[in-house]
C-alpha cells in the first residue's frame, strides 16, 4: 500500500486524486499547495490535512511517492521545484507532462531521480490504452513485418497563448510519445512551424522525423481545431501490414499487406473507455501498480526519461525552424 500526496490541486491534481482515492494499493495522505484556498477545499473533500509548501508536506506526513501537478509557464514550468524537493525527500514522483519546459531542468530531474535511486514516472497518459497495447503486440509478433513508416496526427483547439513554443512544448509530449512507443528513439528531426491569424504561439507544426531504428515518419499538430471531431491518429506501417490507431482508443485496424481482409478492433459499448478521462485513470493506476510491486525504476512505464526523450525531440524541432536545419536528436 502506497501513502501518495498531490502537489498542485487544479483540474488535473484533482483527477489523480480520484484515481488514488478508488485505488485499493494508494492511500490518499495529504494534499498540497501554495494557494491555500485550494489546498483546503481538496483537503475538506478529500479529507486529509492540507499543505501550503511541499517542504512542511514532507516534514509532517509519511509518504512513499507524490503526483506533480503544478502547471506554470507552457503549462511545465513549476514542475521542477516540489519535483527536486520530492526526490530529495525521498520519495517516488509521478509528474505532469511536459516533464519542465526547461530542458536544462528536465535533464537535472532525470539525473536526481537515478541520483537517489527513485522511481519517476510522467503522465504521458495517452499510451495507457488497450488498442495502443494490442497495436504493440502486433507489432511484436511480426504482423507488420519490418517497420518502415509512420505517421501521427495530434490537434485540438486551445486559444490559450503563453510563449512562440508553448503548443510543442506543451502538446506534443503526448504525439511524440506515442510516436516512441511504436517506434523507438528519435536520431534526426527536422521542422516547420506557422501560427494561425492573430496567435502568438506557432498553433500548427509539421515535424519530420527519423527513428534510430530506421523508420520515417510525420507529425502534423495543431492548437486550431475542434478536437471533438479528431484528436489524434496514429499509423504504422511495415513490409507486411500497416495499422490505423484512429482517434486515441476509438477505432484500431490492421491492413495486412498480402490479405484484403481486415482486422478492426472497436471500444466496445459494454466494458470500453468510458472517456479521455479513463486515460489517467489507466496511466495512474498503472504507476500505483509499478511502484507498489517495487520494480526497478528502469522498468518504470513513461518514465521520466521517456518524458525527458520526448523533449529533447521538440526542443530539436524548435532549433530546426530556428536554423533552417536538420537536428540531432540528443541521446
Ligand atoms: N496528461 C494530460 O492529458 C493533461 C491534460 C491537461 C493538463 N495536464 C497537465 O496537468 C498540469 C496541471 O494542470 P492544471 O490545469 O490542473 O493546472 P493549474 O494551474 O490549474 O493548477 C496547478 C496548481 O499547482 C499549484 N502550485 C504551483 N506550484 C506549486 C508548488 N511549488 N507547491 C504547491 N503548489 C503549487 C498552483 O497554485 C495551482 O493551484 C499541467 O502540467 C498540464 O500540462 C495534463
Not at 486529509?48 to 507552457?74: C, I, M, Q, R, W
Not at 494490442?134 to 517497420?147: C, I, V
Not at 510516436?179 to 498553433?203: E, I, L, Q
Request: aromatic share 8%; charged share 20%.
Amino acid at each position: 500500500m502506497l501513502n501518495v500526496a498531490i502537489i498542485g490541486l487544479g483540474g488535473i491534481g484533482n483527477t489523480h486524486a480520484g484515481v488514488y482515492k478508488a485505488s485499493d494499493k494508494a492511500t490518499l495522505a495529504a494534499v498540497c499547495d501554495m494557494d491555500k484556498a485550494r489546498a483546503d477545499k481538496a483537503a475538506a473533500q478529500y479529507g486529509v490535512p492540507a499543505f501550503y509548501s511541499v517542504a512542511d508536506l514532507v516534514k509532517n506526513v509519511e509518504l512513499d511517492a507524490v503526483s506533480v501537478t503544478t502547471a506554470g509557464p507552457e503549462n511545465g514550468g513549476h514542475h521542477f521545484d516540489p519535483v527536486m524537493e520530492a526526490f530529495e525527500a525521498g520519495l517516488h514522483v509521478l509528474c505532469e507532462k511536459p516533464i519542465s519546459n526547461d530542458i536544462v531542468k528536465a535533464r537535472q530531474m532525470v539525473a536526481k531521480a537515478a541520483e537517489k535511486g527513485l522511481s519517476f514516472g510522467v503522465n504521458l497518459n495517452h499510451r495507457f490504452v488497450p488498442p495502443a497495447a494490442k497495436a504493440k503486440e502486433w507489432m511484436d509478433e511480426g504482423k507488420l513485418g519490418d517497420p518502415l513508416l509512420i505517421n501521427m496526427t495530434m490537434w485540438i483547439g486551445n486559444p490559450n497563448e503563453s510563449s512562440p513554443w508553448f503548443h510543442i512544448r506543451a502538446l506534443h509530449p503526448h504525439s511524440l510519445d506515442i510516436m516512441r512507443f511504436f517506434c523507438g528513439d528519435v536520431k534526426r528531426v527536422h521542422a516547420f512551424f506557422n501560427r494561425a491569424p492573430g496567435r502568438v504561439c506557432y498553433s500548427n507544426v509539421q515535424v519530420n522525423l527519423e527513428f534510430v531504428n530506421g523508420v520515417v515518419g510525420h507529425l502534423t499538430g495543431s492548437y486550431d481545431t475542434n478536437p471533438r471531431h479528431n484528436l489524434e491518429r496514429c499509423e504504422v506501417m511495415g513490409t507486411e501490414g500497416r495499422f490505423v490507431l484512429d482517434n486515441l482508443y476509438e477505432e484500431l485496424t490492421l491492413y495486412p499487406r498480402r490479405s484484403d481482409e481486415l482486422t478492426v478492433i472497436r471500444n466496445s459499448i459494454m466494458g470500453g473507455l468510458s472517456g479521455f478521462g479513463a486515460t489517467f485513470t489507466n496511466r495512474i493506476n498503472r504507476w500505483i501498480e509499478q511502484v507498489d510491486a517495487g520494480v526497478a525504476p528502469d522498468e518504470i512505464e513513461a518514465s521520466g526519461k521517456e518524458g525527458l526523450a520526448v523533449q529533447e525531440i521538440i526542443e530539436a524541432a524548435i532549433r530546426s525552424y530556428e536554423g533552417g536545419s536538420v537536428e540531432s536528436v540528443p541521446s
